[in-house]
């Protein structure tokens, strides 16, 4: 996503290296604790506000709402060192804006690394696309947009709870109308794709899509290596898929990555093939170890942007291998508007390619933004975990030529905060509101839920609260892999066996891979220390299966 934004450098990471949204993530189908997500919605045609203190559906604060005390959403809070990537600094305007987001392929890398018998490097590490690769329950619109739900717990450690802003869309109707997908698959065929569990899969894969597309979507294909190729026009799907087998069958490896040719081309082809009324998208499957031509992300970003932005075609990355370059693969999806996955098995392509692929190819949301507002009164300090590389500034939250997240259809979007609140305090904790333009008329809206101090009474770890609590699993879980220290952490040990005792309830595959992921973690990690409870960095702190 290419967010631009006139804040200051610390307020948009440098590093833009962070499913379709939500691609490889595990649904959650059990209830959190504390829920108090009261949603409203409103229409802005101007980017308006509703006065504060009114009330839309349910009695939720406006969508400009602003808890009492709070700065105006315009105020720019102290922007960090240049450089600096997981501290945040005080936050005197008490507001918390991001671009939402789904990726999830730095969990899926994660996982593979400690499969391995390798601790993965601290810089692939993305809390956000660790929680996000899990799909709570949250409640969903009847239209599109989003369902806007709020709940927490207490961590354990004085005054510090968990606080958790859930965004859900509505899902596909799978056999109902939706717009046709115009579809350019870049696919590497470099060398270093000939390892198992790379080409082989991507054949795998384009093979089981070509059978679950519809007759009138359509579908590209370009090659690369040192040089680009054009291996299929965009052709409608229809009488073409014995074509489209044959032609993704004879797919075989040959030299060098030239990624920027690949890119290049396949931009061509998609913007040759575009059709009107449709969802045009470019999906590159390539382990992105770049090492010919414009290696260099930058170099290839501008044409990515320039398409988006004149055509609308957004770019999915579909990362495979144990040496993956993880950082060019974000880079390219985020300038072009798109998500990332990782895919190593069968069974993980399946999931992405049959299940999940045709049906999130419909748009519920363009440029979709979220800005949580604290309670000055209640809250002492507050922590976004992870979205570093997706900040907005508070000042650009309504200001829709500044971009957002494109959201599919059936994805949710989690948000995870560490907040202290104020001894003895009552009322309001937080207010998010999230705001998007819609699809087909580019017409903005917002809706916006609340939590209250009375809703995080319960602890995290209570029973009865397995959403929240594997939620809180895999930040916890992220955080512990990039050397952090969330208050309440438990540490590793404890944060297996609660992954497994919540497998154990609900049979679900997902969770016990996650659970397995943090045991190996635990033993290459070795003794562990006492777990961080964040207070050396408290005044840093800005104030079938069920899970698939």
């Avoid at 046709?180 to 794709?193: E, R």
């Avoid at 957004?314 to 990332?340: N, Q, R």
Wanted: proline share 5%; glycine share 12%.
């Amino acid at each position: 996503m290419s967010r631009q934004s006139t804040a200051p450098n610390g307020r948009r990471r440098a590093r833009f290296g962070a499913t379709i949204a939500g691609l490889l993530a595990a649904g959650l189908a059990v209830g959190g604790c504390g829920a108090s997500g009261e949603t409203q919605d409103a229409s802005h045609a101007e980017g308006g506000r509703t006065a504060p203190g009114t009330s839309g559906g349910g009695g939720a604060a406006s969508p400009g709402y602003v808890a009492p005390g709070t700065a105006t959403p315009g105020a720019d809070a102290a922007a960090p060192e240049e450089g600096e990537q997981r501290t945040r600094p005080p936050a005197p305007d008490y507001l918390s804006t991001f671009a939402l987001d789904v990726d999830t392929a730095s969990y899926g890398y994660a996982r593979r690394t400690l499969s391995e018998g390798r601790l993965p490097d601290p810089s692939t590490v993305r809390p956000e696309e660790f929680v996000n690769s899990f799909r709570p329950d949250y409640p969903r619109p009847a239209d599109n947009g989003f369902g806007v739900s709020l709940d927490g717990a207490r961590t354990g450690r004085d005054g510090w709870s968990l606080v958790r802003v859930g965004l859900a869309t509505r899902a596909a109707d799978r056999s109902g109308e939706r717009p046709p997908a115009a579809l350019t698959f870049v696919v590497d065929i470099s060398g270093s794709m000939a390892e198992p569990g790379r080409l082989d899969l991507v054949k795998e894969s384009l093979g089981l899509l070509a059978g679950e597309l519809r007759d009138d979507d359509s579908m590209a294909l370009v090659t690369f290596s040192d040089e680009a190729e054009t291996r299929l026009p965009m052709t409608r799907v229809g009488e073409s898929r014995g074509r489209i087998r044959e032609v993704v069958e004879a797919l075989e490896t040959t030299s060098s990555t030239n990624v920027e040719a690949g890119v290049r081309t396949g931009y061509d082809v998609a913007v040759e093939g575009r059709r009107e009324g449709a969802t045009n998208r470019v999906v590159l499957l390539s382990d992105a170890l770049a090492n010919t031509g414009a290696t260099e992300a930058e170099a290839i970003l501008s044409r990515i942007e320039e398409e988006r932005r004149q055509y609308g075609i957004t770019l999915f990355g579909v990362g495979v291998g144990s040496d993956y370059g993880d950082d060019l693969m974000e880079k390219l999806a985020d300038k072009g508007d798109g998500h990332t996955t990782y895919v190593s098995t069968s069974a993980q392509a399946r999931k992405v390619f049959v299940e999940q692929l045709p049906a999130h190819v419909e748009l519920r949301a363009r440029d979709a933004k979220a800005q949580v507002a604290f309670d000055r009164g209640t809250v002492e300090s507050f922590r976004l975990i992870g979205y570093e590389n997706r900040e907005v500034a508070d000042d650009d939250f309504r200001n829709d030529a500044v971009d957002g997240g494109e959201i599919g259809a059936g994805h949710t979007v989690t948000a995870l905060y560490a907040v202290k609140t104020r001894p003895g305090a009552t009322g309001r904790v937080a207010t998010a509101t999230v705001r998007w333009l819609d699809p087909a008329t580019r017409a903005p809206h917002e809706r916006s839920g609340t939590v209250a101090v009375e809703a995080l009474t319960a602890g995290i770890w209570d029973g009865g609260h397995d959403s929240l609590q594997l939620t809180a699993i895999a930040a916890y879980f992220a955080d512990a892999l990039r050397g952090g220290d969330l208050p309440g952490d438990p540490g590793l040990p404890a944060l297996a066996e609660r992954a497994e005792a919540i497998a154990g309830r609900s049979g679900s595959a997902s969770v016990r891979e996650l659970a397995e992921a943090v045991r190996q973690a635990e033993r290459l990690r070795g003794p562990a220390a006492e777990p961080g409870d964040g207070a050396s960095r408290e005044g840093e702190l800005r104030s079938g299966d069920p899970y698939s």
